[in-house]
């Protein structure tokens, strides 16, 4: 059962990053100065997570909002799924540095300590009996997304009830192409770690 578990929070946990890989940053119109856009671009993003709807991830997700529709295979909605996981999630924009096409913005990023909450919930369901009774039974029947599910809403409701949370600074890079600014490759990783509070999926 316990490489059962872990197996399905894995999936969980690089589904719900697979949003963070899409990832982008809107044009900004004109009049406003390098540092303006930026600004804007970043509030704009993450503001939209912070309260994820249909609509606000539309915006930051463009044409990959339809990527997150694999978990629905699941039985999971994947907005009641990043809802979950930005439920408590804040942003402050700090000091934007720019030197022509390339800029650094400082962000800091806090949100629920997410490695801590699954690492903690893994191991709780594997110690209740009523959970590997149902989630065995879904196994032998091969009923993969009743078994996912059960999983998957013990973690949901571990999410939501974890006053435990983490801060993070990252300085991101930025790349102007064609009169829009956006994140660099090289700080994809660090974006998509600090967004779901520091998460390193190497161990989990």
């Not at 806090?110 to 009774?133: C, G």
Request: aromatic share 6%; proline share 1%; hydrophobic share 40%.
């Amino acid at each position: 059962m316990s490489n059962i578990v872990k197996r399905a929070t894995t999936v969980l946990v690089s589904l719900a990053m697979s949003a963070g890989l899409c990832f982008g940053l809107a044009a900004c119109s004109g009049g406003q100065s390098e540092e303006e856009q930026i600004r804007a671009s970043l509030d704009e993003a993450l503001s939209a997570l912070k309260n994820p709807t249909a609509e606000s991830l539309e915006k930051v997700l463009g044409d990959n909002v339809s990527s997150l529709d694999q978990v629905k295979q699941y039985g999971i909605d994947p907005i009641e799924m990043l809802q979950h996981f930005f439920g408590k999630f804040d942003y402050s924009i700090g000091d934007i540095k720019v030197n022509g096409d390339t800029a650094d913005a400082k962000v800091t990023m806090e949100n629920v300590d997410i490695q801590s909450v699954i690492t903690e919930t893994t191991a709780n369901m594997q110690n209740d009996p009523e959970f590997v009774k149902a989630a065995t039974e879904a196994y032998t029947s091969g009923d993969q997304t009743t078994l996912y599910k059960l999983i998957f809403d013990k973690v949901f409701a571990a999410i939501d009830a974890s006053d435990k949370t983490v801060s993070n600074t990252v300085d991101f890079k930025l790349i102007k192409k064609d009169g829009k600014w956006d994140i660099d490759e090289s700080s994809a990783n660090d974006l998509i770690s600090s967004l779901y509070g520091g998460l390193d999926m190497s161990a989990l």
